[in-house]
T-cell receptor, first 114, second 107 residues
Framework: DVKVTQSSRYLVKRTGEKVFLECVQD?????MFWYRQDPGLGLRLIYF???????EKGDIPEGYSVSREKKERFSLILESASTNQTSMYLC?????????????FGDGTRLSIL | GQNIDQPTEMTATEGAIVQINCTYQ??????LFWYQQHAGEAPTFLSY????GLEEKGRFSSFLSRSKGYSYLLLKELQMKDSASYLC????????FGAGTTVTVRA
């Protein structure tokens, strides 16, 4: 079974802090994704990566950056956290770039910015 | 852009059938996924449709009509454990999700 592991289930940070969310997958998947999930809005794509050191903007990249130095690890960075970034953050991975490849999700990090 | 609509909530009785509709208007289309998400847990893959028609997997079936921009997920013989959110997602080169439908199964 694919295992996508997010470093924290719950995280509380302060406005203006730099925040790192870590995600690791153990199945040698090429693609990795970061989403945020908010009530009534569903999952929205922040950034994704098809290869090491490669990244592409999703639908809502503002205020975020990412890093993929190794194939198995994809980090989401909040450069200067703001209260509107309080949300559930979900990481996902998929095997290849084919459109029929399902994404496998981590359990999520519930981030609160105070 | 992508516009994906599905009902917010549905309630049904144990043993019954529920149909969750999803309509989409998208700039590109390479397939449609359904995911299940229990409260506080990760979404898990249920089905994928790329061609028109019905795909059946046990108690769950998914239907697609590309010309109508329409899909549905059919849950048969409902069980209490089916209480969850069901997410419709359309893929072109990336995945775009609807807001999800929360299904509550009552005894």
């Amino acid at each position: 079974d694919v295992k996508v592991t997010q470093s924290s289930r719950y995280l509380v940070k302060r406005t203006g802090e730099k925040v790192f969310l870590e995600c690791v997958q153990d199945m040698d998947h090429e693609n990795m994704f970061w989403y945020r999930q908010d009530p009534g809005l569903g999952l929205r794509l922040i950034y994704f990566s098809y290869d090491v050191k490669m990244k592409e903007k999703g639908d809502i990249p503002e205020g975020y950056s990412v890093s993929r130095e190794k194939k198995e690890r994809f980090s989401l960075i909040l450069e200067s956290a703001s209260t509107n970034q309080t949300s559930m953050y979900l990481c996902a991975s998929s095997l290849t770039q084919g459109e029929n490849q399902p994404q496998h999700f981590g359990d999520g990090t519930r981030l609160s910015i105070l | 852009g992508q516009n994906i609509d599905q009902p917010t909530e549905m309630t049904a009785t144990e043993g019954a059938i529920v149909q969750i509709n999803c309509t989409y208007q998208t700039s590109g289309f390479n397939g449609l996924f359904w995911y299940q998400q229990h409260a506080g847990e990760a979404p898990t893959f249920l089905s994928y449709n790329v061609l028109d028609g019905l795909e059946e997997k046990g108690r769950f079936s998914s239907f697609l009509s590309r010309s109508k921009g329409y899909s549905y997920l059919l849950l048969k013989e409902l069980q209490m454990k089916d209480s969850a959110s069901y997410l419709c997602a359309v893929t072109d080169y990336k995945l775009s999700f609807g807001a999800g439908t929360t299904v509550t199964v009552r005894a």
